[in-house]
């Protein structure tokens, strides 16, 4: 055989192994991806999708109050978790990798992220056990005499936002606590010998280099927010829908493809241009 | 002073593990609730909603359903990935970069766009939705990530071992059944875990793609039309349990192996 007939052979091979994978790919992710971003331009009649070009359903989007709702609804709640979280998840890595002997860290660790593994459905649903007017936290409060009414924190934002948060703040927790034990503990010295107290070696070293950390986790967390649909659904109660329960109400009563493909564009972009700023953000800080 | 700051760390640490643990607590106490609601006051204790979890006949269907799906869809996305990672690893492909790409493409789409995708395709060919069409949408899901994991631990090292197998005459295949995959075996292991608990939770492609047979996440989902159920808490506890226990034998079986680094 020549060395060319070997090549050859040797990228039949190498084609042979890697096309299931991306015939896979292209099958059921790829085609489906293009026809629907294809059909978010077309329109309908009854339940039947009609090819025709149009911009109808970005139009509509635009012009409609309650679709154009879910996606204020969407940022406003996703931008709410995605700093509350932050602010809890910081302060908890941070005692953890600080405070928490190092043989007990990651014990404390584990604890703090094991909810994160009950089902995402179940999740939500015990959060209804603890916050609904008959709740755990109501009854809790009525039987003290703080509060003579019980509190509305279910079926409403509230609600939402503390079933996100719960969920955000283990994951938070999580990818922080990883960035500040990458630290060197060489700075925090450094730090303390040219005078610097505990809380300025936070707020001047400690707290900028973990900076990119919390960038790339607010971000994840933005992306995982924005396109939940469960935890609004059981949480949220029906006055005010996010964008991907919006969505889905295009599928069930009305069957609207057409109109259910445009959102879902509508939604990836938005992630796609948090994508962008978080990316541009990272590279500012690097130079 | 210093005493003051420790105490607050720990009153601060003690209210978020409060918060983080507080709905699992609840959600577990009150499968025992003898009685319909599973809200305050505790009437007493009682294991009849376990038995009715375990005794109904759709739950548990359900429940075969999402670990079937689970196992067969990553074993499925385990074997694409780690085929795909040798051919990536170790042959020179065109437009290499392009094609890793695309099989890395769907991590970064919301699942909720993969399923309405998918089903809008499905319609279109007539294809009925099943058991199976679930199975392809979670394989989709899982697949970059196998390929990823697999990928990023097929180093140069292997390559002198793969070579030595070669000149004793080992086949292609028996090199990468018997000495690539073995080397690999704590990645792909990793890999094909993380993706069962994936699917074993995921919801949106499960519901968009299943009409009769449905899997665990979907099932609970129609139970909770029903409001607050002792028998939700129930099986919520199960499938906390089953995690739990999951997630044990993976640490056992996978992270010890590769020695305690991490």
Not at chain 1, 185 to 203: H, M
Not at chain 2, 137 to 165: K, T
Request: proline share 4%; aromatic share 12%.
């Amino acid at each position: 055989m020549t060395a060319t007939a070997l090549e050859r052979a040797e990228r039949r091979k190498a084609w042979v192994f890697a096309l299931p994978a991306l015939l896979w790919t292209g099958f059921f992710f790829l085609v489906p991806f293009a026809y629907m971003a294809a059909i978010s331009f077309w329109t309908r009649q009854g339940r039947e999708i009609v090819a025709t070009w149009t911009l109808d359903n970005y139009i509509a989007f635009f012009k409609k109050a309650h679709l154009f709702k879910g996606l204020v609804v969407s940022l406003e709640i996703t931008a709410a978790v995605t700093v509350i979280s932050v602010l809890f998840a910081y302060p908890l890595a941070w005692i953890i990798a600080e405070r928490v002997p190092k043989k007990w860290q990651r014990f404390a660790l584990v604890m703090a992220i094991l909810p994160f593994w009950t089902s995402y459905v179940v999740r939500s649903y015990s959060w209804l056990l603890v916050l609904s007017k008959g709740g755990v936290v109501n009854q809790a409060l009525l039987a003290l005499g703080i509060i003579a009414e019980p509190l509305e924190l279910s079926a409403n934002r509230t609600g939402t936002i503390i079933g996100f948060v719960h969920f955000f703040v283990m994951l938070l927790t999580l990818t922080i606590y990883a960035n500040l034990i990458q630290l060197s503990p060489n700075y925090r010295r450094a730090a303390a010998d040219l005078g610097a107290n505990a809380f300025q070696t936070f707020w001047h070293v400690v707290l900028p280099l973990t900076l990119p950390g919390i960038m790339v986790g607010a971000f994840l967390t933005f992306v995982l927010c924005i396109g939940d649909y469960i935890t609004p659904q059981i949480l949220g109660g029906n006055n005010e829908l996010v964008l991907p329960q919006v969505i889905m109400l295009q599928l069930g009563r009305r069957a609207d493809f057409p109109m259910a493909a445009a959102l879902s564009l509508v939604l990836m972009v938005v992630v796609t241009l948090a994508y962008i700023a978080c990316a541009r953000w990272l590279k500012m800080e690097r130079t | 002073m210093r005493h003051l700051a420790t105490a607050l760390a720990a009153l601060y640490a003690g209210l978020l593990y409060l918060f983080i643990f507080l709905p699992v607590v609840v959600l577990v106490l009150f499968s025992f609730q003898d009685g319909t609601l599973p809200v305050p006051p505790l009437n007493g204790l009682t294991l009849r909603w376990y038995e009715a979890v375990f005794s109904d006949g759709k739950l548990m269907a359900a429940l075969g359903n999402s670990l079937a799906v689970a196992v067969v869809s990553s074993a499925i996305a385990c074997l694409l990935g780690f085929l795909a990672a040798y051919a990536f690893a170790r042959y020179t492909l065109p437009a290499s970069a392009l094609l890793r790409g695309l099989i890395v493409a769907p991590m970064t789409v919301s699942t909720l766009i993969i399923g309405l995708g998918l089903l809008s395709v499905l319609n279109l060919t007539g294809l009925r939705l099943s058991l199976v069409t679930v199975g392809i949408g979670h394989v989709v899901i899982n697949l970059p990530l196998c390929f990823a994991i697999i990928y990023a631990s097929m180093g140069g090292h292997q390559v002198n071992i793969e070579r030595a197998a070669r000149d004793l005459g080992a086949r292609d295949w028996q090199v990468m059944l018997l000495v690539t995959a073995p080397m690999l075996l704590p990645s792909i292991l990793a890999a094909f875990f993380l993706s069962v608990t994936f699917s074993w939770d995921e919801f949106i492609v499960a519901f968009l793609l299943s009409r009769f047979d449905v899997t665990l996440p979907v099932e609970i989902w129609s139970m909770l039309r029903s409001g607050l159920d002792p028998r939700t808490n129930a099986i919520g506890s199960v499938v906390f349990l089953i995690s739990v226990a999951f997630l044990i034998v993976m640490e056992l079986a996978v992270f010890r192996k590769t020695g305690k680094s991490s």
